[in-house]
């Protein structure tokens, strides 16, 4: 059985920090591309980042330069670093594991108000 855990959101001003964290079991996990989407209220689910196997990522516009992503094969966990946060990176965040077939964690709250 596949499972995707997230982990680490909450409340945060703007201008803060949080670590997401997305613990996976029931794959083998370092075969796999890892990513993190986000959903805000009344929009479509978006990819935020994204890392690959072999380490390559990417990332939305939006998060370039203050989000990062990076995975430890060894506690089959991947991390959305996000630094300077905004308003409008309000959502619900979730993780993504894709090789072929994919599977998606339940999600995590993540609010940026003052």
């Known amino acids: 059985q596949v499972q995707l855990v997230e982990s680490g959101g909450g409340l945060v001003q703007p201008g803060g920090s949080l670590r997401l964290s997305c613990a996976a079991s029931?794959?083998?996990?370092?075969?796999?591309?890892m990513g993190w989407y986000r959903q805000a209220p009344g929009k479509q689910r978006e990819l935020v980042a994204e890392?690959?196997?072999?380490?390559?990522?990417k990332f939305a516009d939006s998060v370039k330069g203050r989000f990062t992503i990076s995975r430890d094969n060894a506690k089959n966990t991947v991390y959305l670093q996000m630094n300077n946060l905004k308003p409008e990176d309000t959502a619900v965040y979730y993780c993504?594991?894709?090789?072929?077939?994919?599977?998606w964690g339940q999600g995590t709250q993540v609010t940026v108000s003052s």
């Open positions: 890392i690959t196997p072999g380490g390559s990522t």
């Open positions: 993504r594991a894709r090789l072929g077939a994919e599977y």
């Open positions: 029931g794959i083998i996990f370092s075969a796999y591309v």
